[in-house]
Structure formats: structure tokens, C-alpha cells
């Protein structure tokens, strides 16, 4: 298979060229924690500096292949900037570049087709207050309906309202979408998101009676969350966890930083 034509170290910033380093990182986690869906989902960064260039996988390789080189830019209107011998995915830009553009705090979007986020995403009840990892997703959560698959530039503004100011978004019979300030922030939204779902989906299915959790503690529990997982909180997601994430992979296989 031929792969990417890999964009040198050298062209690049050095600001641009860690992002890469760390949007590759997370394609690598994404895979490793069997979140991928071969090519059907993507990730995204914002390339640091004052043009709209983002960074996207190139729409033929598997995640785990996936380098800090090899990734595409692009700017606002999906134009690809760097060489590649590969497309990106229609579907992913619409999505992307839609939260990209309207939330310049956002610098890395995540979205996946996973079992447990679709299995959430299709209840019509959605993620329900069950559980301490569901309330801590439920803070900074939102939802988006299904209005088919992603191509139509119009439902841009539909997803931009429905994620607000949050930090998940749950696409209603679709998936899980998050976004972060870094790359790290976003992969451990996700993280809780997946897990929350897991945990669900695992009680549904036991199909034991359920011990509820009173609507005071679950008030209580959500915003304490809001302000833990905050910059004043004890917890900002993605500081501690994403280090500890990367001398993961460098164990294991550190080529995504090629």
C-alpha cells in the first residue's frame, strides 16, 4: 500500500509540528483502546497560529499506521495544503471544521462510532444520571439529532448550537463527539464519555433492578463536577492524564511521532 507523503520536520513551526506530534498520539490511543472505526471516523487539530489551518487523517490510512507527518491540512473550506496522496473524509470536515470555526478555544475535536457511544446515542433517553462517571460527562454534555450522514454544509450551525459551550456532544444514533484545548483534554473526554456509556450499557444489559441515585445527589454531583473538572478544580482533564498517555505509546511503539 502506498503510504502519505510525509510533510518534513522542518516545514513546519515548532508549534505546528508538536501538535502533530500529539494529534498522532491520540489516532495511536484511539486504536489502542479499540475506539476506531477502520476509516469512518477522524480527529482533528487546529495548526497553532493566526491562519484557520486544521490537521486531519488522511482518508486511507488506519489509525495505528497514522504519524505526526503523514497527517493533512487544510484550511476553512477543506482545501488540502500539504502533500499527500490521500483525500480527507467529506463527512469529517463538515463536522470538524464547523466546531473548529465557530470555537477558536478548541484546538483538537475527537468523534467515534464506538458500540457503547452508539449504543447511548440511540436511547431516547440518551446518557442516563446512573452512575458518578455518568454525571461527570452529563456536566458538560449536549446532544445533536440525526439528520443523515454529515455532508450537508447546513448542518453546521445546527451541530455548533447543539455542542454550546461543552465539552461532549452525544450524536443522537451516530456516536460521541469531544473537544479539548489540547489534544489531551479532548482524548480523556472521550475516555470518560466511552466509559460512562460502557458502564450503561453494562447495567442494562444485567437486567438487575437499578439502585437509584436521588435527584439531590445527582444536582449535587453534576455541578461539584462542573467545578472540579474546571481550572480552579483539583482535576483539569487531559494535564495529568496525557503525559502519562504518550510515555504509554513511547513504550509500545513511538513511530507516531515520525
Known amino acids: 500500500m502506498a503510504m502519505a507523503q510525509e510533510v518534513p520536520k522542518m ?19 484511539v486504536d489502542l483502546y479499540g475506539w476506531s472505526d ?4 477522524h480527529l482533528s487539530a487546529r495548526v497553532p497560529g493566526p491562519e ?18 503523514s497527517l493533512v491540512k487544510v484550511d476553512q473550506e477543506g482545501n488540502i495544503l500539504s502533500q499527500t496522496e490521500y483525500t480527507i473524509n467529506p463527512a469529517g470536515f463538515v463536522i470538524h471544521g464547523a466546531i473548529h470555526m465557530a470555537r477558536p478555544d478548541v484546538a483538537c475535536v475527537i468523534h467515534t462510532h464506538t458500540r457503547a457511544g452508539v449504543g447511548v446515542a440511540s436511547q431516547k433517553d440518551g446518557l442516563l444520571p446512573i452512575t458518578q462517571h455518568a454525571m461527570a460527562v452529563i456536566a458538560h454534555a449536549g446532544y445533536h439529532d440525526y439528520q443523515g450522514i454529515a455532508t450537508d454544509l447546513a448542518e453546521r450551525e445546527s451541530i455548533v448550537n447543539d455542542l454550546g459551550d461543552n465539552k461532549v456532544l452525544i450524536l443522537r444514533n451516530h456516536g460521541l463527539l469531544t473537544v479539548g484545548r489540547t489534544a489531551g483534554e479532548a482524548f480523556m473526554w472521550m475516555y470518560r464519555a466511552e466509559r460512562a456509556c460502557y458502564m450503561q450499557l453494562s447495567v442494562q444489559q444485567a437486567g438487575a433492578e437499578l439502585s437509584p441515585i436521588p435527584e439531590d445527589v445527582q444536582r449535587t454531583t453534576i455541578e461539584r463536577n462542573k467545578f472540579n473538572n474546571s481550572e480552579k478544580g483539583y482535576r483539569p482533564i487531559g494535564k495529568v492524564e496525557w503525559p502519562a498517555l504518550r510515555r504509554k505509546l513511547d513504550r509500545l511503539d513511538p513511530s507516531y511521532k515520525d
Open 11 to 29: 516545514d513546519c513551526s515548532p508549534e505546528e509540528w508538536e501538535m502533530r506530534v500529539d494529534l498522532a498520539a491520540a489516532f495511536r490511543l
Open 52 to 69: 484557520d489551518h486544521f490537521l486531519i487523517n488522511p482518508f486511507g490510512l488506519m489509525f495505528d499506521e497514522i504519524t505526526a507527518s
Open 38 to 41: 477502520l476509516l469512518a471516523t
